[in-house]
């Protein structure tokens, strides 16, 4: 059992579709993210979970809606994307309580808008 | 503005050695971050620095200067399965991480 897991791997949806991905984290951390990942970009933070409060990057549009019901589980509800949205989403995982902090992220799921 | 620098794509040969550069400037700074991604998986952490100097772990080695904000990791006794993109970030006084867009390593036989 990996330690991030995200469904579904792969998602292609039309632009007035409603649908969601999700995150799971079997690693005890506390603190969860959901990142963009375009081509030869760098990693965009989308939101933010930690120790129940969300921090999100302003700029994200607002058909984006993320939830995070508790500690362990993360999903990004989608809703009248456009086909710039399509990207590779990454859901990550990290303690609060180590040194480091270092993410450990999921495989992500291709999004593809048509 | 907070900024990460690494060259986009770099070759090298099988059994050789590597260096992927990266400079950043950030709003204070916690921290350089190292990530590997193979296409289509996920980024996995390498390496973390705060102090200046090399931090060795293997075949992977990173340096951090932050005078010069500077990093690079080195890759030794390189094999195929290095081929992958190498992700930078650093770490600003907020505990933000700021990402470069990341290294595509292609490893030749």
């Known amino acids: 059992e990996t330690g991030v897991t995200q469904t579904p791997r792969h998602l292609v949806m039309g632009m007035t579709n409603k649908k969601s991905l999700k995150c799971e984290q079997h690693?005890?951390?506390?603190?969860m993210y959901w990142y963009k990942q375009s081509a030869k970009k760098p990693l965009e933070l989308m939101f933010v979970y930690s120790l129940e409060e969300r921090v999100e990057n302003n700029s994200v549009p607002s058909r984006f809606s993320p939830e995070c019901p508790n500690s362990s589980h993360l999903f990004l509800h989608l809703h009248t994307l456009q086909p710039e949205d399509s990207a590779l989403y990454l859901c990550?995982?990290?303690?609060?309580?180590?040194?480091?902090?270092?993410?450990?992220f999921g495989e992500g799921s291709r999004l593809t808008v048509l | 503005g907070q900024n990460i620098d690494q060259p986009t794509e770099m070759t090298a040969t099988e059994g050789a050695i590597v260096q992927i550069n990266c400079t950043y400037q950030?709003?204070?700074?916690?921290?350089l971050f190292w990530y590997q991604q193979h296409a289509g998986e996920a980024p996995t952490f390498l390496s973390y620095n705060v102090l200046d100097g090399l931090e060795e772990k293997g075949r992977f080695s990173s340096f951090l200067s932050r005078s010069k904000g500077y990093s690079y990791l080195l890759l030794k006794e390189l094999q195929m399965k290095d081929s992958a993109s190498y992700l930078c970030a650093a770490m600003d006084s907020n505990y933000q991480l700021i990402w470069g867009a990341g290294t595509k390593l292609i490893i030749k036989p």
């Open positions: 690693l005890g951390h506390n603190a």
């Open positions: 990550a995982s990290s303690s609060r309580d180590t040194e480091t902090g270092e993410l450990f």
């Open positions: 950030t709003s204070g700074f916690n921290g």
